[in-house]
T-cell receptor, first 116, second 116 residues
Framework: AQTVTQSQPEMSVQEAETVTLSCTYD???????LFWYKQPPSRQMILVIR????KQQNATENRFSVNFQKAAKSFSLKISDSQLGDTAMYFC?????????????WGAGTKLIIKP | EAQVTQNPRYLITVTGKKLTVTCSQN?????MSWYRQDPGLGLRQIYY???????DKGDVPEGYKVSRKEKRNFPLILESPSPNQTSLYFC???????????????FGEGSRLTVL
């Protein structure tokens, strides 16, 4: 069974700094998706960035980028020029569609606090 | 606006009183799913549906029922709620099918359920 591990329960950085959140996963699959979701205090689950495992190029979305190391099964999220609005829980998630089920396997989350 | 709408957003009820949490999406997505989020346990899948009249169990289906009579709606039914079903519930949908799926799940805003 696939598992997702986020080893940092909580992180705190100053506004405008760069922060990296760690995620590792365990799977024997070759093709799959990886995601980072953000959950602010409003509880909404917001997609930050996605990566398809067959793509070697790391995904980027404005200030957010990933470092995808397939062989190491590592999928870290880098937030550049952090802003107060980035304060949230961040979840790493794995998906391997199987038998019509697009189930996300979630990490435990990292609470990120951006300080002014 | 493309969205997944859940109701109610908040509910306090008592043990044994049947309740339904509704979920509706306006994106014409075939795939829909329910998750529950609990502290320390992350998000876990309850049920999913690949299309109208096609539903299947996720990892934690006990105590829940679902139906998919229309493509846009996927209600979650608690026939006899118990305190261990106190949780934050998320409905999600996705576009699926060969060549169309990006793996991305679109989430509703969440429903906070408390069973006394």
């Amino acid at each position: 069974a696939q598992t997702v591990t986020q080893s940092q329960p909580e992180m705190s950085v100053q506004e405008a700094e760069t922060v990296t959140l760690s995620c590792t996963y365990d799977t024997s699959e070759n093709n799959y998706y990886l995601f980072w979701y953000k959950q602010p205090p409003s509880r909404q689950m917001i997609l930050v960035i996605r990566q398809e495992a067959y793509k070697q190029q790391n995904a980027t979305e404005n200030r957010f980028s990933v470092n995808f190391q397939k062989a190491a099964k590592s999928f870290s999220l880098k937030i550049s020029d952090s802003q107060l609005g980035d304060t949230a829980m961040y979840f790493c998630a794995f998906m391997k569609p199987r038998d019509g089920n697009y189930q996300l396997i979630w990490g435990a989350g990292t609470k990120l606090i951006i300080k002014p | 606006e493309a969205q997944v709408t859940q109701n109610p957003r908040y509910l306090i009820t008592v043990t044994g009183k049947k309740l339904t949490v509704t979920c509706s999406q306006n994106m014409n997505h075939e795939y829909m799913s329910w998750y529950r989020q609990d502290p320390g346990l992350g998000l876990r899948q309850i049920y999913y549906s690949m299309n109208v009249e096609v539903t299947d169990k996720g990892d934690v289906p006990e105590g829940y029922k679902v139906s998919r009579k229309e493509k846009r709606n996927f209600p979650l039914i608690l026939e006899s709620p118990s305190p261990n079903q106190t949780s934050l519930y998320f409905c999600a949908s996705s576009l699926v099918g060969a060549g169309r799926s990006t793996g991305e799940l679109f989430f509703g805003e969440g429903s906070r359920l408390t069973v006394l």
